[in-house]
């Protein structure tokens, strides 16, 4: 992502060992924007809109998303349906991270507005590899400005 456009990774992932793997291949990968993670949806949304825990916070826009759909309090699909419906963070683009692959998730995840949608390989070596060729993807990504 481009050094004139300093951009915040949001990861929204309830598997410590996932996120903490997601973030060490980020880095690997060369990735050294800001990674802020959330656990649960209900956070995430927060977080977005400055509600609750997050009232009043300053934390910087533009982001990227790195969601999970098989969250805690609020899943995945509650808050790209959230995020896409607000003028003031449709333009977030969100990479969905998750083991679901069925086709009509999949579907629904894009009509839903979601920027690209990959799914979390189940063995190790291949998951790492996974998120390093992500973080070599992310390297070279042009983001929207935010609003």
Known sequence: MSAEQPVTILLVEDDPGHARLIERNLRRALITNSIVTLSDGQQAVDYLFREDTYAGATHPLPLL??????????????????????????????????????????????????SVYLTKPVEYEQFAEAMRKLGLFLSIVKLPMGE
Not at 84 to 100: E, F, M
């Open 65 to 114: 998303l790195l969601l999970d759909l098989n969250l805690p309090v609020l899943d995945g699909t509650q808050v790209l349906t959230r995020l896409k419906a607000d003028t003031r963070t449709k333009h977030i683009p969100v990479i969905i991270l998750t083991t679901t692959d069925e086709p009509d998730e999949i579907k629904r995840c894009y009509e839903l507005g979601c």
